[in-house]
């Protein structure tokens, strides 16, 4: 990864803890940097921070404060006002988060996957997004969302967008010429090449795979859903929920498989091992799916526009198709 400063020592990886995707594609980062011996410190809270210290259980961690994002509506706008004081304190907290650490570790390099406060003086800031233009129906409501979206990215010195600057994958999402500093650093993916089509003849041990995570309750209630939808299924199925909290307590049949959080070999052992892949839309899925040659169902989180704009601009494209609700399954034998 050439992109990465060569005068950089010591640096600080903080992914945000908005589901498991932000924290997941920085693991290529991570390796990379530690193959360059550089001295890594990762910095998140939640389920993110449990993920990467599962992944690196030898390197510095710390915590930070959480954004205690809650998707409990299906209005984007009502999402944002609801989530709008938790976001603002948790960017004031983090930024100050930030210069201590920058401080206590002497690091001279950071590197926020969408985490808008954590940056400091002292050191060269890198920010990582795919968002440069957040959609919104509400024309005014994207204005909104754009602007401050554009304030927060622009106050870092780099922003690293993984993507290819054809916007293969993202779209309108990584269009914006007011973002300074862009950068395409190409799709990141914690799988690597050589799992492309090593894995194509793998035993297929499951008909379907859930792989399910993001912010709660959206999660829990699609979970419980499509357990519902596919209680009487005699298919082999797999749920991989990305948290060990909130388990489900629903008695499942025997051709159920439930695991709460995996490692990166673990689930790919799951991904290479399933005829047909269901999962929400989030961008670092789609990543990982393209990086491995494979398509998935898309099934988006209600309110997340950015989630709802990659599931449309994909269907049909690249093996991917956009799942409108859980009552499509059975016309997609998903069932």
């Keep these: ?95 100050k988060a930030a210069k201590q650490l920058v401080n206590k570790h002497d690091a001279d390099l950071i590197i926020s996957d969408s985490r808008f406060g954590f940056r400091a003086q002292k050191a060269h800031n890198i920010i990582i997004s795919h968002q440069l233009s957040p959609q919104a129906a509400n024309s005014l409501l994207k204005t909104v969302l754009e602007r401050g979206n554009r304030y927060f990215l622009n106050q870092f010195d780099e922003c690293w967008i993984p993507d290819t600057a054809d916007h293969k994958l993202s779209g309108l999402l990584s269009q914006n010429n007011k973002i300074k500093c862009q950068r395409y650093i190409g799709p990141l993916s914690r799988f690597n090449k050589e799992s492309n089509s090593a894995d194509t003849n793998a035993t297929k041990n499951f008909d379907l795979s859930i792989i399910l995570s ?46 709460d959080r995996l490692n990166s070999e673990q689930l790919l052992d ?3 091992g399933s005829h047909k892949i269901l999962s929400r839309s989030g961008y670092t899925s789609i990543m990982d799916y393209t990086q491995l040659g494979i398509g998935a169902y898309l099934i988006p989180t209600p309110g997340q526009t950015e989630q709802e704009y990659l599931a449309k601009h994909l269907d049909g494209q690249y093996g991917f198709s956009w799942i409108k609700s859980t009552a499509s399954l059975a016309s997609m034998d998903l069932i």
């Design 1 to 95: 990864m050439d992109f990465i400063p060569s005068t950089a020592h010591t640096i600080i990886i903080a992914p945000l803890n908005w589901g498991l995707g932000h924290a997941t594609r920085c693991i290529p980062i991570i390796y990379s940097l530690l193959a360059n011996n550089k001295k890594v410190i990762l910095a998140s809270d939640g389920e993110a921070l449990q993920l990467l210290k599962q992944e690196f259980p030898s390197l510095l961690h710390e915590s930070l404060p959480g954004y205690k994002v809650r998707y409990d509506s299906d209005s984007l706008l009502q999402i944002v006002l609801g989530n709008s004081t938790n976001i603002a304190q948790a960017i004031r907290k983090e930024k």
């Design 214 to 259: 993001g912010p709660e309750p959206a999660r829990s209630k699609l979970e419980t859903e499509l357990i519902k939808t596919l209680a009487t299924s005699s298919k082999k199925i797999c749920l991989v929920r990305g948290t060990k909290e909130l388990s489900t307590a629903s008695p499942l049949s025997s051709n159920w498989k439930i695991y």
């Design 270 to 272: 799951v991904i290479t």
